[in-house]
Protein backbone atom coordinates (compact mmCIF):
# COMPACT_ATOMS: atom_id res chain seq x y z
CA UNK A 1 0.00 0.00 0.00
CA UNK A 2 1.11 3.84 -0.98
CA UNK A 3 1.59 5.93 1.92
CA UNK A 4 -1.09 7.97 0.17
CA UNK A 5 -3.33 5.28 0.42
CA UNK A 6 -2.79 4.85 3.94
CA UNK A 7 -5.83 6.41 5.83
CA UNK A 8 -5.78 5.12 9.39
CA UNK A 9 -9.03 6.10 11.88
CA UNK A 10 -8.56 6.54 15.56
CA UNK A 11 -10.56 3.52 17.50
CA UNK A 12 -10.15 5.55 20.86
CA UNK A 13 -13.24 6.51 22.38
CA UNK A 14 -13.00 9.15 25.37
CA UNK A 15 -15.16 12.24 27.30
CA UNK A 16 -14.44 15.00 25.83
CA UNK A 17 -15.03 18.19 28.44
CA UNK A 18 -15.32 21.50 27.05
CA UNK A 19 -13.57 24.22 28.86
CA UNK A 20 -15.25 27.40 28.60
CA UNK A 21 -13.92 29.55 31.77
CA UNK A 22 -11.01 28.77 33.78
CA UNK A 23 -11.95 26.86 37.38
CA UNK A 24 -9.96 29.79 39.42
CA UNK A 25 -10.16 33.75 38.65
CA UNK A 26 -7.15 34.45 35.90
CA UNK A 27 -5.00 37.09 34.52
CA UNK A 28 -3.77 37.47 31.53
CA UNK A 29 0.01 38.45 32.13
CA UNK A 30 0.80 39.17 28.73
CA UNK A 31 -1.31 40.58 25.90
CA UNK A 32 -1.96 43.12 23.57
CA UNK A 33 -4.87 45.83 22.91
CA UNK A 34 -3.45 48.29 20.34
CA UNK A 35 -4.35 48.35 17.03
CA UNK A 36 -1.42 46.54 15.86
CA UNK A 37 -1.18 43.58 17.88
CA UNK A 38 -4.65 43.43 19.56
CA UNK A 39 -7.29 44.21 17.80
CA UNK A 40 -7.39 47.85 17.78
CA UNK A 41 -9.28 47.71 21.44
CA UNK A 42 -8.49 51.60 22.40
CA UNK A 43 -10.47 52.37 19.89
CA UNK A 44 -13.24 50.24 20.90
CA UNK A 45 -15.86 50.58 23.51
CA UNK A 46 -14.38 49.49 27.24
CA UNK A 47 -17.64 48.25 28.08
CA UNK A 48 -17.23 45.53 24.90
CA UNK A 49 -13.71 44.41 26.57
CA UNK A 50 -15.49 44.25 30.01
CA UNK A 51 -18.03 41.58 29.00
CA UNK A 52 -15.02 39.05 27.44
CA UNK A 53 -12.92 39.66 30.66
CA UNK A 54 -15.73 38.80 32.64
CA UNK A 55 -17.24 35.48 30.35
CA UNK A 56 -13.50 33.96 30.31
CA UNK A 57 -13.19 34.70 34.04
CA UNK A 58 -10.12 37.26 33.89
CA UNK A 59 -9.70 39.79 36.69
CA UNK A 60 -6.45 41.49 35.90
CA UNK A 61 -4.90 42.29 32.49
CA UNK A 62 -1.62 43.11 31.57
CA UNK A 63 -1.39 45.51 28.43
CA UNK A 64 2.18 45.76 26.88
CA UNK A 65 1.08 48.37 24.13
CA UNK A 66 1.46 51.48 26.31
CA UNK A 67 4.38 51.93 24.04
CA UNK A 68 6.91 54.93 24.55
CA UNK A 69 6.03 58.98 24.42
CA UNK A 70 3.73 60.43 26.80
CA UNK A 71 0.99 60.86 23.94
CA UNK A 72 0.31 56.53 23.50
CA UNK A 73 0.70 55.69 27.30
CA UNK A 74 -1.43 58.07 27.90
CA UNK A 75 -3.85 57.31 25.77
CA UNK A 76 -4.07 53.50 27.12
CA UNK A 77 -4.14 55.18 30.87
CA UNK A 78 -7.12 57.39 30.22
CA UNK A 79 -8.92 54.75 28.11
CA UNK A 80 -8.30 51.66 30.10
CA UNK A 81 -6.54 52.40 33.52
CA UNK A 82 -8.60 55.25 34.75
CA UNK A 83 -12.09 54.04 34.26
CA UNK A 84 -11.14 49.70 35.42
CA UNK A 85 -7.72 50.77 37.56
CA UNK A 86 -8.12 47.48 39.54
CA UNK A 87 -8.42 45.24 35.67
CA UNK A 88 -5.79 47.25 33.85
CA UNK A 89 -1.92 46.99 34.21
CA UNK A 90 -0.24 49.49 31.42
CA UNK A 91 3.05 49.07 30.76
CA UNK A 92 4.89 51.41 28.73
CA UNK A 93 7.90 51.51 26.80
CA UNK A 94 11.88 52.35 26.04
CA UNK A 95 12.73 54.46 23.07
CA UNK A 96 16.17 52.36 22.41
CA UNK A 97 17.03 54.87 19.80
CA UNK A 98 18.48 57.38 21.96
CA UNK A 99 20.37 53.96 24.28
CA UNK A 100 23.71 54.99 21.60
CA UNK A 101 23.30 58.68 22.97
CA UNK A 102 22.39 57.98 26.33
CA UNK A 103 24.13 54.67 27.75
CA UNK A 104 27.99 55.64 27.92
CA UNK A 105 26.76 58.77 30.12
CA UNK A 106 24.77 56.02 32.26
CA UNK A 107 26.77 53.43 32.64
CA UNK A 108 30.16 55.74 33.63
CA UNK A 109 28.12 56.97 36.45
CA UNK A 110 26.07 53.77 37.44
CA UNK A 111 27.15 52.63 40.97
CA UNK A 112 26.35 49.06 41.08
CA UNK A 113 26.42 47.41 45.26
CA UNK A 114 24.88 44.62 46.87
CA UNK A 115 24.21 46.80 49.71
CA UNK A 116 23.17 50.25 49.91
CA UNK A 117 25.75 51.45 52.14
CA UNK A 118 28.24 51.62 49.05
CA UNK A 119 25.91 54.03 46.93
CA UNK A 120 24.29 55.99 49.75
CA UNK A 121 28.01 56.74 50.49
CA UNK A 122 28.58 58.34 47.33
CA UNK A 123 25.06 59.92 47.51
CA UNK A 124 26.52 61.79 51.00
CA UNK A 125 29.59 62.78 49.47
CA UNK A 126 28.40 64.03 46.36
CA UNK A 127 29.89 61.35 44.44
CA UNK A 128 26.40 60.30 42.82
CA UNK A 129 23.54 62.54 42.02
CA UNK A 130 20.44 60.26 42.92
CA UNK A 131 20.44 56.68 44.91
CA UNK A 132 16.97 53.96 44.47
CA UNK A 133 16.82 52.39 47.89
CA UNK A 134 14.35 52.00 50.48
CA UNK A 135 12.87 55.07 52.46
CA UNK A 136 14.39 54.30 56.02
CA UNK A 137 17.84 56.11 54.50
CA UNK A 138 16.07 58.92 53.45
CA UNK A 139 14.56 59.48 56.78
CA UNK A 140 18.03 58.71 58.70
CA UNK A 141 19.17 61.54 56.34
CA UNK A 142 16.98 63.74 56.18
CA UNK A 143 18.81 67.00 56.35
CA UNK A 144 21.33 65.67 53.71
CA UNK A 145 19.20 64.20 50.95
CA UNK A 146 15.69 65.23 49.29
CA UNK A 147 13.57 61.73 48.99
CA UNK A 148 11.17 61.04 46.45
CA UNK A 149 8.87 59.06 48.17
CA UNK A 150 7.16 56.03 45.65
CA UNK A 151 3.53 56.03 46.18
CA UNK A 152 2.33 53.26 48.53
CA UNK A 153 0.33 51.72 45.81
CA UNK A 154 3.54 51.30 43.53
CA UNK A 155 5.65 50.21 46.34
CA UNK A 156 6.10 46.66 47.65
CA UNK A 157 7.06 46.85 51.47
CA UNK A 158 9.90 44.85 52.37
CA UNK A 159 9.34 42.91 55.76
CA UNK A 160 12.98 42.43 58.33
CA UNK A 161 12.76 38.58 59.34
CA UNK A 162 13.66 37.00 62.39
CA UNK A 163 13.46 33.50 63.48
CA UNK A 164 15.25 31.06 65.68
CA UNK A 165 17.75 28.41 63.84
CA UNK A 166 17.10 25.29 64.62
CA UNK A 167 20.54 24.49 65.86
CA UNK A 168 19.61 27.45 68.41
CA UNK A 169 22.10 26.93 71.72
CA UNK A 170 19.36 28.42 73.54
CA UNK A 171 16.13 28.87 71.30
CA UNK A 172 13.63 30.12 74.92
CA UNK A 173 16.58 33.10 74.66
CA UNK A 174 16.06 33.50 71.32
CA UNK A 175 12.36 33.54 70.64
CA UNK A 176 12.33 36.00 73.79
CA UNK A 177 14.20 38.61 71.26
CA UNK A 178 11.86 37.90 69.01
CA UNK A 179 9.12 38.97 71.55
CA UNK A 180 10.88 41.63 72.19
CA UNK A 181 12.04 42.68 68.64
CA UNK A 182 7.82 43.00 68.33
CA UNK A 183 7.04 44.37 71.35
CA UNK A 184 5.88 48.40 72.20
CA UNK A 185 9.59 49.41 73.44
CA UNK A 186 11.08 48.03 70.62
CA UNK A 187 9.01 49.42 67.84
CA UNK A 188 9.36 53.15 69.15
CA UNK A 189 13.45 51.93 68.60
CA UNK A 190 12.95 51.10 65.17
CA UNK A 191 10.48 54.30 64.62
CA UNK A 192 12.78 56.54 66.27
CA UNK A 193 15.71 54.87 63.21
CA UNK A 194 13.53 55.81 60.85
CA UNK A 195 11.94 52.19 59.87
CA UNK A 196 8.00 52.14 59.04
CA UNK A 197 6.67 49.89 61.96
CA UNK A 198 2.92 49.95 60.19
CA UNK A 199 2.27 48.55 56.38
CA UNK A 200 2.04 51.89 54.60
CA UNK A 201 -1.74 52.50 53.04
CA UNK A 202 -2.45 52.32 49.54
CA UNK A 203 -3.78 55.97 48.47
Not at 112 to 136: Q, R, Y
Not at 167 to 188: G, M, N, Q, R, V
Amino acid sequence: MLLENFHPQSKLITKTTLVEKPHFPAIDAHNHLGEDFGGGWDKRPLSELLDLLDAAGIIRYVDLDGGWGEHLLNAHLDHFKQPAPERFMIFGGVDWSQMRVLAPAVIAGLIVAFTLSKPLNALLLGEADAVIGWDVFARQHAEEVEAIIIPAKLARPRNIPASVIKWSKDPEAAKAFIDFLTSDEALKVWEEHGYAVEAPTAS
